[in-house]
């Protein structure tokens, strides 16, 4: 019962401020359920404790449900605006990370680099092997830091892996 009198609180006295303050309440109930939780608990702090006020933490959910920055990084901002007490925009300053890139020929060049270094896992998809595909998809992924936009990536991945 603590916790959740502290979350209203920080919400400024209503559970219902956070997601009046950004459009899509779903992807804000889930953010904060998942991720500002798991944040909480990993690092043994009371939502009193944390550093990200609402309205920061808006910021960050919007950039992320405007596919402009990936779920990793996104946690990745999360993490260094509670540990230093800093702005959404001071993080991604520090952290060096942009808007996701969703040039499609950008994304093709890529991942056909990666397809190129990985002849065995294309064997293994043509084999019917599903997790080859999920095996590609993460060395693209890795590769590129999280900065492609992952539905476009995946969706080249299909198409060239057809071609192949």
């Known amino acids: 019962m603590q916790e959740k009198l502290e979350i209203i609180f920080w919400t400024n006295s209503s559970p219902f401020s956070l997601c009046n303050k950004y459009k899509n309440y779903s992807i804000v ?47 990745e901002i999360l993490s260094k605006m509670a540990r230093e007490n800093i702005s ?8 060096n990370i942009s808007s996701q890139i969703r040039d499609v020929n950008i994304i093709r060049s890529k991942v056909n680099e990666v397809l190129d270094k990985n002849q ?15 095996f590609i998809m993460g060395c693209i ?24």
């Open 88 to 95: 959404f925009e001071n993080a991604i300053k520090i952290l």
């Open 120 to 134: 065995d896992a294309i064997n293994d998809f043509k084999d019917g092997k599903s997790r080859a595909f999920g």
């Open 29 to 75: 109930k889930n953010y904060f359920l998942t991720e500002v939780f798991s944040y909480l608990n990993k690092n043994n702090i009371s939502i009193n404790q944390f550093n990200v006020s609402p309205l920061e933490l808006v910021k960050l959910i919007s950039k992320l449900d405007n596919k402009e920055i990936s779920h990793a990084q996104s946690k």
């Open 141 to 164: 992924i890795k590769e590129t830091k999280g900065e492609y936009d992952a539905t476009i990536v995946n969706e080249i991945l299909k198409e060239e892996l057809m071609k192949r």
